[in-house]
């Protein structure tokens, strides 16, 4: 009897004996076509508990029995590629097929597992057959790399598959972590389900393989850092986040930045849930440095992804997180994050309604003073680590987040009259076309004045101003950096708040895709244009823009003024912290030179 799969009937139990009986419904199976044989695999699970008495005594031989069960392995032509289906039918097959049938099963499972023109999932489901008959043959040891690869291909239902493979997780499950580790950020959550299918202990084999490299001190190069940015992406698939947030933390001593930034910079990118990490941003016990360091991630995704009333949540949240956090680095994150989510103007607005002359409390590492520049203190030696450009300073100084705007230069007329006098070649407008973006063709007499404008406007006494008008022009008073009033950095403070203890040349390592992200250099082609604020990322310290955009003037070790920083016009591989240049008070020279204030 041969039933086709279009009309499969049920068995017949006759109700009264007969003169010629069906055959047994093993001999249907051994006498049935493959294309057939699938279509009575349902009537074979009803009968599974007697279908071992009935196959052995099948006569025949192992060829007509064999295309009977090649209709229903998993790797035959009828299945689909899903593990649950693929385990029933192989359990089925190995518990009714006779002792002397298992060899010849064997066999033909390995030369499917191992051709290569057969589909994924007949190889992956040749493999399970085979591991249920011998799963300490010799040969296994052989296949572990091939056996990964399939299962990583098999995105929709590789870790289903991967949980048949349990008996062999010691030899695939380096393998695997290989895959995580020198793979893309796009491909980790996918590698990691399958290393959770394999490997009940995953997430303690990737905390293991991350732990090599605590707090991010180790010197270690962008490919390592790259790395090991995906074991860690994967352990926040695992819910294992709590493990990296010592990674975020910025020690008070010289360390390698790379780790920390890959981490920030690769969260979006790995596709982890955003309402994951707006979860984990909410948590109060986190660090304020991986607050910051998740708000920073945040802004790489796109608002349009949460829900409108998730986002509105969302929105309220940041804002009182801007206006009220103490933490200069979480308040520069949230701006910048509210900025590229299309609030520019609540962020001015926030800051404008917390307008103060000195923090509110000690606690408050920022504050914004009366005329709109937002200010950030750095730590100082008491804080942790040596005093110099590295380690720390020895008195507590306030550097303004931003460097000083057109609008902001604008209000003051003298300051303004001053940029002119000193020749401007292009016109401003049409390199700084909006009114955020950084002033320029700034000169030394211009930014003395302006420092003083603003002490003035701030209501500090003239006795605290940092400059003086001479005959010869605009000079700093003496014993200048002990003045309360508003001034131009030091070349020491202004590389300490550049460099965040970082030891590379850049602040963030020497990814130039990672250094886009926190400053603007000009594409190759692209129109003579300066960025306005917050449109890059801000540093550890909450400083925009430090490399990038517009060079700016400090004060010399030596005396005198110079520049430092890099421009927009500098390639993104070849800025560095190091970068100083005398400053000459030439049109030609200022297109691209700004200041940023100093506050003792």
Same mark, same amino acid.
């Given at each position: 009897?041969?039933?086709?799969?279009e009309?499969?009937?049920?068995?017949?139990?006759p109700?009264r004996?007969?003169?010629?009986?069906?055959?047994?419904?093993?001999t249907?199976?051994?006498?049935?076509?493959?294309?057939?044989?699938?279509?009575?695999?349902?009537?074979?699970?009803?009968?599974?508990?007697?279908?071992r008495?009935?196959?052995?005594?099948?006569?025949?031989?192992?060829?007509?029995?064999?295309?009977?069960?090649w209709?229903?392995?998993?790797?035959?032509?009828?299945?689909?590629?899903s593990?649950?289906a693929?385990?029933?039918?192989?359990?089925?097959?190995?518990?009714?097929?006779?002792?002397?049938?298992?060899?010849?099963?064997?066999?033909?499972?390995?030369?499917?597992?191992?051709?290569?023109?057969?589909?994924?999932w007949?190889?992956?489901?040749?493999?399970?057959?085979?591991?249920?008959?011998?799963? *300490?043959?010799?040969?296994?040891?052989?296949?572990?790399?091939?056996?990964?690869?399939?299962?990583?291909?098999? /995105?929709?239902?590789?870790?289903?598959?991967?949980?048949?493979?349990?008996?062999?997780?010691?030899g695939?499950?380096?393998?695997?972590l %290989?895959?995580?580790?020198?793979?893309?950020?796009?491909?980790?959550?996918?590698?990691? %389900?399958?290393?959770?299918?394999?490997?009940?202990?995953?997430?303690?084999?990737?905390?293991?393989?991350?732990?090599?490299?605590?707090?991010?001190?180790?010197v270690?190069?962008?490919?390592?850092?790259?790395?090991?940015?995906?074991?860690?992406?994967?352990?926040?698939?695992?819910?294992?986040?709590?493990?990296?947030?010592?990674?975020?933390?910025?020690?008070?001593?010289?360390?390698?930045?790379?780790?920390?930034?890959?981490?920030?910079?690769?969260?979006?990118?790995?596709?982890?849930?955003?309402?994951?990490?707006?979860?984990?941003?909410?948590?109060?016990?986190?660090?304020?440095?991986?607050?910051?360091?998740?708000?920073?991630?945040? /802004?790489?995704?796109?608002?349009?992804?949460l829900?409108?009333?998730?986002?509105?949540?969302?929105?309220?949240?940041?804002?009182?997180?801007?206006?009220?956090?103490?933490?200069?680095?979480?308040?520069?994150?949230?701006?910048?994050?509210?900025?590229?989510?299309?609030?520019?103007?609540?962020?001015l607005?926030?800051?404008?309604?917390?307008?103060?002359?000195?923090?509110?409390?000690a606690?408050?590492r920022?504050?914004?003073?009366?005329?709109?520049?937002?200010?950030?203190?750095?730590?100082?030696?008491?804080?942790?680590?040596?005093?110099?450009?590295?380690?720390?300073?020895?008195?507590?100084v306030?550097?303004?987040?931003?460097?000083?705007?057109v609008?902001?230069?604008?209000r003051?007329?003298s300051?303004?009259?001053?940029?002119?006098?000193?020749?401007?070649?292009?016109?401003?407008?049409?390199?700084?076309?909006?009114?955020?973006?950084?002033?320029?063709?700034?000169?030394?007499?211009?930014?003395?004045?302006?420092?003083?404008?603003? $002490?003035?406007?701030?209501?500090?006494?003239?006795?605290?101003?940092?400059?003086?008008?001479?005959?010869t022009?605009w000079?700093?008073?003496?014993?200048?950096?002990?003045?309360?009033?508003?001034?131009?950095?030091t *070349?020491?403070?202004?590389?300490?708040?550049?460099?965040v203890?970082?030891?590379?040349?850049?602040?963030?390592?020497? $990814?130039?895709?990672?250094?886009k %992200?926190?400053?603007?250099?000009?594409?190759?082609?692209?129109?003579?244009?300066?960025?306005?604020?917050?449109?890059?990322?801000?540093?550890? @310290?909450?400083?925009?823009?430090?490399?990038?955009?517009?060079?700016?003037?400090?004060?010399?070790?030596?005396?005198? @003024?110079?520049?430092?920083?890099?421009?927009?016009?500098?390639?993104?591989?070849?800025?560095?912290?190091?970068?100083?240049?005398?400053?000459?008070?030439?049109?030609?020279?200022?297109?691209?030179l700004?200041?940023?204030?100093?506050?003792?």
């Amino acid at each position: 009897v041969c039933f086709s799969a279009e009309a499969a009937p049920p068995l017949i139990v006759p109700r009264r004996r007969r003169a010629h009986h069906p055959p047994p419904i093993a001999t249907q199976y051994a006498n049935s076509p493959p294309d057939d044989a699938r279509a009575l695999l349902d009537e074979v699970r009803r009968f599974a508990p007697t279908m071992r008495a009935e196959v052995e005594q099948v006569q025949g031989g192992r060829s007509r029995l064999g295309l009977a069960m090649w209709g229903f392995l998993p790797w035959g032509e009828m299945v689909t590629g899903s593990w649950g289906a693929a385990r029933e039918d192989v359990e089925l097959v190995l518990d009714v097929a006779p002792e002397t049938e298992l060899a010849a099963v064997e066999e033909e499972a390995w030369r499917v597992a191992t051709d290569p023109l057969a589909t994924r999932w007949r190889r992956l489901g040749a493999a399970l057959t085979a591991l249920r008959i011998a799963p *300490e043959d010799a040969r296994w040891e052989g296949q572990n790399e091939e056996l990964a690869h399939l299962l990583v291909a098999q /995105a929709l239902t590789g870790a289903d598959w991967a949980r048949g493979f349990r008996p062999l997780s010691g030899g695939l499950s380096p393998v695997l972590l %290989r895959h995580i580790r020198e793979g893309e950020h796009a491909e980790v959550a996918a590698l990691a %389900r399958v290393l959770e299918g394999l490997e009940p202990r995953a997430a303690v084999l990737l905390v293991e393989e991350l732990g090599g490299a605590a707090n991010g001190r180790a010197v270690i190069s962008d490919v390592t850092a790259k790395e090991l940015t995906n074991i860690a992406l994967a352990l926040m698939f695992f819910g294992e986040q709590g493990r990296l947030w010592p990674y975020f933390e910025m020690p008070a001593e010289a360390h390698d930045p790379r780790l920390r930034h890959f981490l920030t910079h690769s969260i979006a990118a790995g596709r982890v849930d955003p309402m994951a990490v707006i979860d984990w941003v909410r948590d109060e016990a986190l660090p304020d440095p991986a607050r910051a360091a998740l708000l920073r991630a945040l /802004a790489d995704y796109s608002e349009d992804l949460l829900l409108p009333q998730t986002r509105i949540a969302v929105r309220e949240d940041i804002e009182k997180m801007l206006a009220g956090h103490p933490s200069a680095a979480v308040h520069a994150a949230c701006a910048y994050l509210l900025a590229r989510w299309g609030g520019l103007e609540r962020v001015l607005e926030i800051e404008r309604e917390r307008a103060t002359t000195l923090p509110r409390t000690a606690s408050y590492r920022w504050y914004v003073e009366k005329l709109g520049h937002a200010m950030a203190v750095l730590p100082t030696v008491a804080d942790g680590g040596e005093e110099g450009a590295i380690g720390g300073l020895a008195g507590r100084v306030a550097l303004g987040m931003l460097p000083v705007r057109v609008r902001q230069l604008e209000r003051c007329e003298s300051a303004r009259d001053l940029v002119e006098q000193g020749g401007v070649a292009v016109p401003i407008a049409e390199i700084a076309p909006q009114p955020q973006c950084p002033a320029i063709y700034v000169n030394a007499q211009a930014a003395m004045r302006y420092c003083n404008w603003l $002490s003035e406007a701030n209501g500090l006494p003239e006795s605290e101003f940092c400059y003086q008008e001479t005959e010869t022009g605009w000079q700093p008073v003496e014993g200048f950096l002990d003045k309360e009033g508003y001034r131009l950095p030091t *070349e020491k403070e202004w590389e300490f708040g550049c460099r965040v203890w970082a030891t590379t040349p850049k602040p963030w390592g020497e $990814s130039a895709e990672i250094g886009k %992200r926190y400053g603007w250099f000009l594409p190759y082609g692209a129109p003579r244009r300066l960025e306005g604020a917050y449109h890059r990322a801000p540093n550890g @310290f909450g400083l925009f823009g430090m490399l990038g955009n517009v060079e700016q003037l400090c004060h010399a070790q030596e005396g005198g @003024f110079v520049r430092r920083g890099n421009s927009m016009f500098t390639a993104p591989d070849l800025v560095s912290i190091y970068r100083r240049e005398p400053y000459r008070p030439e049109p030609r020279k200022a297109m691209t030179l700004g200041f940023r204030l100093a506050r003792t």
